[in-house]
């Protein structure tokens, strides 16, 4: 009798670590797909901007029409890849498109705004200037979401390698999150040169 009830004990713990087991890599899998959700809200929101950016820059930057052209169509690659990476962003060759047409976007807006600083008049602008501010909000928003969604997934990632949720994730198949990293290459990361 009292070999059933320990066994019975025995059975329950183990029952009861593996629901909770369970319980926290799921709760941590939904915060990983929250914070995703934040960034996508918030490269929705410069995805809407880039376009009045580059319409108001059009009528000064009559010259430059490949570079408007190309903050257009990394603009447009960039939603394609956000689309992909939002439906699943577990699945680690979408995250990585993501990031680098993300990468590819910012380098090509920062370029035409290399170029708009040639042209007086667009950076007076009044419709300019605030288009430029709220990019500028944008993408500080966007770097605290990639930070929180980063936190999340190496929160998530920790909890589904260590003991004992290695082996719930294992039996439940709980698929390891994609962290949001830089796709700059080592040049562009060296530090800029200024002279006066």
């Not at 070999?3 to 939904?30: D, K």
């Not at 929250?34 to 410069?46: G, T």
């Not at 602008?125 to 979401?145: W, Y």
């Amino acid at each position: 009798m009292t070999g059933l009830i320990v066994l019975t004990a025995v059975v329950l713990v183990v029952l009861f670590w593996g629901v909770g087991a369970y319980n926290r890599l799921v709760s941590l899998q939904n915060q990983v797909k929250n914070a995703f959700s934040q960034i996508d809200v918030q490269l929705k929101r410069r995805y809407d901007l880039i376009p009045n950016l580059v319409e108001t820059a059009k009528g000064y930057m009559k010259h430059e029409r490949e570079t408007l052209e190309a903050v257009i169509a990394a603009r447009n690659q960039a939603v394609n890849a956000n689309a992909k990476a939002a439906a699943d962003p577990g699945d680690t060759a979408a995250m990585r498109q993501m990031a680098s047409a993300e990468g590819m976007l910012s380098a090509t807006l920062g370029k035409m705004f290399a170029l708009s600083e040639s042209y007086p008049e667009l950076k007076a602008n009044e419709n300019m200037m605030q288009l430029t501010e709220e990019l500028t909000s944008t993408e500080n928003r966007i770097a605290f979401a990639r930070q929180a969604y980063n936190d999340g997934v190496m929160q998530y990632n920790t909890s589904r390698e260590q003991f004992p949720g290695s082996i719930i994730a294992g039996v439940f198949a709980f698929k390891p999150a994609e962290l949001l990293q830089s796709t700059e290459s080592p040049e562009e990361r060296k530090p800029v040169k200024v002279s006066f």
